[in-house]
């Protein structure tokens, strides 16, 4: 994964000066030691250059966390600390931070080596919100080393997705296609999130894709795709048109990401690339996402948003789907009921039509998209991966701008059931509970598309903070509310 941020943790112990530094010190020293023994050391820098008194020990700790290269910070208060040091220093970093705070060690050493930093992260907390910081704080920030270093460790993705949407540029071709208005995409809050926007024309992509008619590089991609397809490979005779697609769009990232480091594609797949292409293009928009370099379908620019959100998360291959049809009462009845803890309204089946990478599919063939081959001549609508989507847990998620600019976010976890959906395109069946409810009250009663992305593991509380770290107030981050959990507009009766 070559397309998101590695993170640097640099960590910072503070002390107020009524206390001993020697309690913050040692109490560093011990966070770093567990951290390294049980994550490595990789991603965090331990700053020895001061502990954080005053204005001038912040200086001077800012500066060399800067010149180590770390690009998320931790404050640690290894005792009570000085609120207003520490909080300048999480005001002039530029970077995720969080505020931790240790815990006492023992009840043989609660005189000279009480810290009371369980008081001073409220301090710090109050100072933040003075100075509108945003920073991540651990649902129980206080804690020995160990715990500090587990605190740590979940807030590297959280870090790194941050970090990355500071830095990403979404390149998107075309409008989208006509009675695709749910997937609207105001750009305001993308340019409030720090991302870069880059919309081109259709025309542009083509005449692109032309200009790549011989390159020299196409028999090594499709080499690389008749190996990934395997026994799957039904369509050889479209790959050499795929493989000159695939060059293209990577030649555009190259050329025209300019300053920013990572890139996000929302692309155009109908109603007339089929025609003036001759193929559809799911295959590619797959291989490019197992590579970390999202592609969203139908020129959804917060689906492709969300995928690269999940990528820096989950530092693994998402895919984008439908959330697309009911499961059969038959097939509830004969695969699921009595054999899994769901009710029939807690499933359904997540599709699209050949864009999910090929290492996420139980088998997949290359085939022709069938809906819209009802329509057009069947050559032109090759290009498709096809199979049922590995079982397992996963994450259903979206960050999205409404039509009147609010951003929103859900986030709901589940898993993939091991049932043959015995249908086509990319497809599982689907199992988060309550789901139905979720779906009536959340994605129907909150405007949401009909696309979300799809992280293959549990990372809903990740992806919460993320959701919240970025600015999405907290009474727009939606999750499937368990039963006994009443939506505000749910009828009680």
């Not at 998107?172 to 609207?184: D, E």
């Not at 479209?238 to 060059?247: D, F, H, P, R, V």
């Not at 329509?375 to 996963?394: K, M």
């Not at 309550?434 to 990740?462: D, Q, S, T």
């Amino acid at each position: 994964m070559n397309n998101i941020p590695k993170v640097k943790i640099g960590i910072v112990a503070v002390s107020r000066d009524c206390f001993p530094e020697s309690l913050s010190v040692n109490r560093r020293k011990a966070l770093v030691k567990a951290y390294t023994e049980k994550y490595g050391a990789e991603n965090i820098y331990e700053c020895p250059i001061c502990i954080v008194e005053s204005e001038i020990h912040m200086v001077q700790a800012l500066e060399d966390i800067k010149s180590a290269g770390c690009n998320a910070l931790c404050v640690y208060l290894g005792n009570f600390g000085p609120e207003i040091s520490e909080t300048l220093l999480a005001k002039h970093f530029e970077g995720p931070k969080m505020f931790v705070a240790a815990a006492e060690e023992s009840q043989n050493d609660l005189v000279q080596g009480r810290g009371d930093a369980y008081c001073g992260i409220l301090n710090a907390s109050y100072n933040l919100r003075l100075r509108n910081v945003k920073a991540y704080i651990p649902k129980y920030p206080v804690g020995d080393a160990g715990d500090v270093a587990d605190m740590i460790h979940e807030f590297i993705p959280i870090a790194r997705a941050v970090i990355g949407l500071s830095e990403l540029k979404i390149i998107s071709f075309g409008p989208r296609p006509t009675n695709f208005l749910a997937c609207n995409a105001p750009i305001q809050q993308l340019y409030n999130l720090g991302v870069e926007i880059e919309e081109n024309s259709e025309l542009d992509l083509f005449e692109s894709f032309h200009n790549h008619a011989d390159d020299p590089r196409i028999p090594d991609v499709v080499a690389d795709m008749e190996k990934e397809l395997g026994e799957g490979n039904k369509k050889p005779e479209i790959l050499s048109k795929l493989a000159q697609y695939e060059l293209t769009l990577l030649d555009w990232v190259e050329t025209h990401k300019g300053y920013r480091k990572y890139v996000a594609i929302a692309g155009k797949c109908w109603p007339a690339f089929q025609t003036q292409f001759g193929f559809v293009p799911c295959y590619v928009n797959s291989r490019l996402t197992g590579r970390g370099i999202p592609v969203s379908c139908e020129v959804d620019i917060y689906g492709a948003l969300s995928e690269f959100i999940g990528i820096c998360v989950s530092e693994d291959a998402v895919t984008l789907l439908d959330i697309n049809n009911s499961v059969p009462k038959d097939m509830y009845q004969e695969s699921i009921s009595g054999k899994f803890d769901y009710k029939h309204t807690d499933v359904f089946m997540g599709f699209h039509c050949g864009n999910t990478y090929a290492g996420k599919l139980s088998k997949c063939e290359m085939k022709n998209q069938m809906i819209m081959a009802r329509s057009l001549p069947e050559e032109v609508t090759n290009g498709t991966l096809e199979g049922d989507i590995i079982p397992g847990d996963i994450t259903f998620f979206r960050l999205q701008s409404t039509s009147d600019n609010i951003l929103r976010a859900y986030v709901a976890e589940g898993e993939v059931l091991p049932v043959a959906t015995k249908s086509f395109g990319s497809i599982g069946v689907f199992a988060i509970k309550e789901m139905g409810r979720f779906y009536r009250y959340v994605l129907i009663e909150k405007n949401y598309p009909h696309h979300g992305a799809v992280a293959f593991g549990h990372y809903g509380k990740a992806l919460y903070e993320v959701f919240q770290l970025i600015g999405v107030a907290h009474q727009e981050i939606n999750y499937n509310q368990p039963e006994t959990e009443r939506y505000a507009s749910e009828n009680p009766f």
